[in-house]
């Protein structure tokens, strides 16, 4: 089986220095892609050091799209450029655009843009003094009372929508008897749970996540693959990893970056059998990294 | 809510928490303004260097004296007790720095009853009673500063002494050496907290206009002369309690200010 | 094998721990030897007394420790809030790089002796609010009078602890707010602050406790006529009692004891009062030294 290489649409910068000085071109996902978001030539700092160095990358509606590569690649700060938590880093400076469903999200509202693209964080961050299911409302309750057709959302209606987004994290189940227990409570696989329930109250339309599993155990590790597989019906999903196999199961593209640069992008198949880049390779068969 | 109003709530909340500082701190420069503007009235050579009624020498060294016999009493003790709760650690040495948490939240009134009661009554020494009751105000913040310091020095340099072969105690000695520094800006911010308390003072020390004469004596301090001075309506006393007062805030200012810059160091409450 | 050795250090840091003890244990010592003569007149009933009338015998504690209550939770109504919004300014929203400074200045306000900001209060601030506020037609020297000078003095306490603490709180926290489409002020009130609610409830117990036990600043404006009287009228705390009248007091030994024993009660309430209220900020550092 052997797809080839989607060629860029924009080869601005095609050629590249490798850190090991080998030459390699600049490769992105291709046309075919129907993008839900667009990063476009995407440069960002923190104070002196430039971390990502000027790329483009889109993310195709409902599909899962992981990005791996080595700590330090400039992973989490692309996926934070996402949704602008970039920009609350002190120091952290961007330039480039991030377009959601064409739409620029830095000239919008940073809030509201949060508000449509969700993340969840490398550590399981529940609030601890809210109960599980104040947690899991803790995002809709910001936008008060008040709907935009001018209803008022009842308690019960919360509680409703509590009870939904718990569900669709698979979480209903194991807390429904203790829904008035501290978020901190949970197990540390059941309050990533609660974090993406907490995410999804919101109604995004993109979910970032920002490894999502690192700091659980591989049952729950399961749980939450099993769920983005879920989530994906309605969602698009981007997943940073430090992990090659679940890259490997969950996504259906895959992007590499290495030092800045996007090494290669493409249908997580091709990327996992047979990549285009040296330097791919010799990442994901584990010979650096 | 819609965004907007949640908008500018964020902007107005934020502009008031730059209030709320401005607000805390005008009365910081309004204090020191009119201590300057109406300390400067009769500051002078007269004020620094005559007794009572025109001056209030006595009264500058009476406050380095009292402080000087504070540090004998405060420091070994605390330096000591601090020493024990840093390195010889246990449910008693956590007991003693938690009482010495709680202990330096005694109202300075109540060290001064203590010390009369203890030294005024018995003895009649006022000016060591002074000291005294600065002692009891001191020694929790030697004793916690001793520790911090102690704990804050690395245990590589305690194990590189050991591995030598060197005993406890002189290991314990090269770490003091090492944090002594730190132990010092405690010591220096806290005499400067206890230089300014007068209420200690009412009950001990007073008030005195002759020259120092022993600590079994009244002993004059810059802090009293204030109260002194200022408490009843005459002009040229007035003004010569706001001198005083002058002269005790730059010192007091001095030492925090110098320390804080000198060690980037936090207030300690 | 070698026999212990006896540790020579261990035995002097060990003694000058006991000195230390012998310290605390004395301020309880004196404190109840000089309150017997009243204790033993009067008994409980020095703490029911509503009537303090020294030059006829009659000590009751109430007017004392109303003033006390009234003057302390005047303090920490107006404290509060303005600590809170100094702490979340110099935690989250002043530059970083003069947040030094800024913290500095704050911190020097509890740096200023209480004798000094006594007689501004009595000299600068009592002739202002006389003339900018209606309700003070019967004088500058008030309860409110105090509670508002207390309130200067325990601000930098409060927001110093409060800082320490919202700083301590993990960034996750704030993030997480703001990833679910929060305005800054919403992410620092909705999980922030709970998060660090308990450091902060430490600062404003200690603020109490300061305030409960502040004497000179107090005794220069409160007027210290002990009753149980309007805010707006003079009163006198315990504290203020004590530091006012012991000049008079000292020749005659009820008197002299009434006032030590009020100073009991005083320790007995601030040592209540800063156990709790440290308990609950070392459970702050902990968290912080934890992540």
């Known amino acids: 089986m052997s797809i080839k290489v989607y060629t860029q649409e924009e080869n601005v910068n095609a050629e590249l220095h490798s850190p090991e000085g080998v030459m390699v071109t600049e490769v992105s996902a291709g046309d075919d892609i129907e993008a839900k978001m667009h990063v476009k030539n995407l440069k960002a700092w923190f104070r002196q050091k430039q971390v990502l160095n000027g790329f483009d990358f889109k993310v195709a509606t409902n599909k899962i799209t992981a990005i791996i590569g080595p700590s330090g690649c400039g992973k989490s700060t692309l996926i934070r450029c996402m949704n602008r938590m970039h920009e609350l880093t002190p120091g952290a400076r961007m330039e480039g655009g991030v377009f959601l469903d064409g739409i620029d999200i830095y000239k919008e509202d940073s809030v509201e843009m949060r508000s449509r693209i969700g993340m969840v964080f490398q550590t399981p961050n529940p609030f601890p003094t809210m109960s599980v299911v104040d947690n899991a409302i803790s995002g809709i309750k910001l936008r008060g009372r008040g709907k935009s057709d001018g209803k008022k959302i009842g308690k019960d209606e919360l509680m409703g929508i509590g009870e939904e987004v718990l569900n669709m994290a698979g979480l209903w189940d194991e807390v429904k008897d203790d829904i008035n227990k501290s978020g901190a409570a949970l197990s540390g696989g059941q309050q990533q749970r609660l974090c993406i329930a907490r995410a999804l109250a919101v109604e995004p339309e993109v979910l970032l996540m920002d490894e999502p599993c690192s700091a659980l155990d591989p049952a729950s590790t399961l749980k939450i693959e099993e769920l983005m597989q879920e989530l994906k019906k309605d969602y698009t999903i981007v997943v940073v990893t430090h992990n090659m196999q679940q890259a490997a199961r969950v996504s259906d593209y895959t992007a590499f970056l290495y030092m800045g640069e996007l090494i290669e992008y493409q249908k997580t198949s091709v990327i996992f059998e047979n990549p285009e880049k040296e330097l791919t390779e010799r990442y994901i068969t584990g010979r650096f990294g | 809510m819609n965004l907007r109003t949640r908008r500018a709530k964020d902007k107005v909340m934020k502009s008031l928490t730059l209030v709320a500082f401005l607000v805390a701190i005008v009365p910081l420069f309004y204090v020191i303004g009119t201590v300057i503007s109406k300390g400067l009235v009769a500051l002078n050579w007269q004020a620094l260097g005559e007794l009572p009624p025109l001056g209030f020498r006595n009264a500058i060294i009476g406050t380095f004296i009292i402080l000087a016999v504070t540090w004998l009493i405060a420091l070994p003790v605390g330096i000591m007790s601090g020493v024990y709760i840093a390195e010889y650690r246990g449910i008693f040495a956590r007991a003693m720095s938690f009482l010495a948490d709680v202990m330096s939240g005694v109202p300075s009134i109540i060290a001064g009853i203590v010390s009369y009661v203890v030294v005024v009554a018995t003895t009649r020494a006022f000016g060591l009673a002074g000291s005294v009751a600065l002692s009891i105000l001191m020694l929790p913040v030697v004793i916690r500063s001793t520790e911090e310091a102690l704990k804050s020095v690395p245990n590589s340099l305690r194990e590189a002494s050991t591995a030598l072969g060197a005993p406890k105690w002189r290991t314990t000695a090269i770490a003091l050496n090492t944090a002594k520094g730190s132990i010092a800006t405690g010591v220096l911010l806290s005499s400067a907290r206890v230089m300014g308390e007068t209420a200690p003072l009412i009950m001990t020390a007073g008030y005195s206009q002759w020259e120092f004469m022993g600590m079994d004596c009244r002993v004059n301090s810059l802090a009293y002369v204030v109260y002194e001075f200022l408490r009843y309506p005459d002009k040229e006393r007035i003004a010569l309690g706001w001198s005083a007062a002058l002269i005790l805030i730059i010192i007091i200012l001095a030492i925090n200010i110098g320390v804080r810059i000198l060690t980037r160091r936090k207030y300690e409450y | ?291």
């Open chain 3, 1 to 291: 094998m070698r026999s212990r050795r006896i540790d020579p250090l261990r035995t002097i840091s060990l003694a000058f721990v006991f000195v230390s003890l012998i310290f605390m244990a004395t301020i309880i010592w004196a404190l109840v030897d000089g309150s017997l003569p009243t204790l033993k007149e009067y008994g409980i009933s020095f703490f029911a007394g509503d009537k303090w009338r020294p030059s006829r015998g009659i000590f009751g504690a109430l007017p004392a420790i109303y003033g006390t209550l009234t003057t302390s939770a005047i303090a920490i109504a107006i404290a509060v809030p303005i600590s809170l919004g100094i702490a979340i300014f110099l935690a989250h929203l002043s530059p970083p790089k003069i947040g030094a400074i800024l913290s500095l200045f704050v911190e020097l306000i509890a740096a200023i002796p209480s004798i000094i900001i006594g007689f501004w209060g009595m000299f600068v601030l009592i002739p202002l609010l006389v003339s900018f506020c209606p309700f003070l037609e019967k004088g500058g020297y008030t309860i409110l009078t105090a509670g508002i000078v207390l309130a200067i003095m325990i601000i930098p306490i409060i927001a110093a602890i409060s800082r320490d603490s919202i700083k301590a709180v993990p960034k996750s926290q704030k993030e997480g707010m703001l990833a679910l489409g929060a305005t800054d002020w919403e992410a620092i009130t909705r999980s922030v602050l709970p998060y660090a609610r308990s450091g902060i409830f430490g600062g404003v117990i200690l603020g109490f406790g300061r305030a409960i036990g502040e004497t000179m600043a107090i005794t220069l404006v409160i007027g210290n006529t002990p009753g149980i009287v309007p805010l707006n009228e003079p009163g006198a705390t315990m504290a203020s009692l004590i530091a006012g009248n012991w000049g008079e007091a000292v020749s005659t030994p009820l008197y002299k004891s009434a006032l030590m024993e009020l100073g009991l009660a005083l320790f007995l309430i601030t040592l209540f009062v800063n156990v709790v209220a440290r308990l609950l900020i070392r459970r702050m550092e902990k968290g912080a030294a934890r992540g």
